[in-house]
């Protein structure tokens, strides 16, 4: 198979053949028809997550068809189409028998903790627990989105962050995160308040029905002003602020821009080495906010996001912006450095240069 591999953290990564994968007994083999190109894909790459060894080949929300099943797989066989969550469970832990399977004790992360989706084909394991059917309806660029950021967003708007129609949500960071945060919300009757540094991505907020807009400018206070506009636009303080981001000027902004007994949840990754953000915990404490995590969606739980797609109300295709093939992989996922590009952007392993779809949307 090709596969796009890097040899050190923050080496440029190259195409490259690789011996194609073998499914376990347990698993399957996926022919990855597309797969999206993400901020947490950029982290691995510049050595943020401890569970990388290299060479790794990264890449963990992607669509496909079945190559290959072991002897052990009940529920699926060659041919069918499948997502997959990012996070892949055992199903045996504490969490996974308690439904939990996004938080499993013993997961597995492909892209991190094993080789991932920039490839033509992936290794899943647990097929039978992890494997998602994708409707036929629904295009693998799509169906890309879903096993990251477009399920992560759900979760983390309607499930961690409980949010309800007539609310106030700000939105903080609208990439691929944000921006499907935002269309979740709105699709619940909320009204949101979009945030990022680029008019870009805030003016595809505005299209996705966002109801105002924060132009955040860098520099020092850039937290307290940010959360004073937020406040300012709701009237007191979002009931529901979203961390799309991962930093410490949008959490600090987040949670100072919640009204009293409002929810902050932290979606952004905030890794370690770029410093552990300060949580104001005085503000915390005396308005008595909450502050609550979000990691992804287990794989029983997107029969709903699934329907409410099906239905119409969630449109996670207009979040798509761009389609490369996988030779241009190595440039996109570089470029991340200077910041990340609104919109959705999928690695097509099948596109080549010359063929029309490349670079254009879906």
Not at 59 to 66: L, P, S
């Amino acid at each position: 198979m090709r596969a796009l591999r890097f040899d050190s953290f923050g080496g440029r990564p190259y195409v490259h053949d690789e011996p194609d994968p073998v499914a376990a007994a347990d698993g399957a083999v996926i022919r990855v028809e597309a797969t999206g190109l993400c901020r947490s894909d950029w982290h691995g790459w510049q050595g943020h997550d401890p569970d990388i060894a290299l060479p790794h080949v990264p890449g963990h929300e992607f669509a496909g068809v079945v190559d290959a099943v072991g002897s052990a797989v009940l529920r699926f066989q060659p041919g069918d189409r499948v997502t997959v969550p990012f996070v892949c469970a055992c199903g045996r832990c504490g969490p996974c028998l308690a439904g939990d399977q996004q938080v499993c004790d013993d997961q597995v992360q492909p892209g991190f903790t094993q080789w991932g989706s920039f490839a033509d084909l992936v290794r899943i394991d647990r097929a039978d627990l992890n494997l998602i059917a994708v409707p036929d309806a629904m295009s693998s660029v799509t169906a890309a989105a879903l096993g990251c950021r477009f399920a992560t967003a759900y979760r983390a708007v309607r499930s961690q962050g409980d949010v309800r129609p007539g609310q106030w949500v700000a939105v903080l960071g609208c990439g691929g995160v944000g921006l499907s945060a935002v269309m979740i919300a709105v699709a619940a009757g909320a009204q949101v308040v979009a945030v990022d540094v680029v008019p870009e991505a805030l003016r595809l907020a505005r299209d996705l029905g966002a109801a105002a807009e924060v132009a955040a400018l860098p520099g020092p206070g850039a937290a307290e002003r940010v959360a004073a506009e937020i406040r300012s636009i709701t009237g007191g303080g979002a009931h529901l602020g979203i961390d799309a981001l991962g930093s410490a000027d949008t959490c600090l902004a987040s949670i100072l821009g919640l009204r009293k007994r409002g929810r902050h949840v932290q979606v952004g990754l905030l890794p370690p080495q770029n410093g552990r953000p300060a949580v104001p915990m005085d503000q915390v404490v005396a308005r008595e906010l909450e502050v609550v995590g979000s990691h992804g969606m287990a794989a029983h739980a997107y029969p709903a996001m699934l329907a409410e797609i099906a239905s119409g109300l969630l449109r996670p295709d207009r979040l798509v912006t761009r389609t490369i093939g996988l030779d241009d992989a190595a440039d996109a996922l570089i470029a991340l450095s200077a910041g990340t590009e609104p919109g959705v952007t999928v690695i097509v392993p099948g596109l080549h240069r010359q063929d029309p779809l490349h670079q254009g949307a879906p």
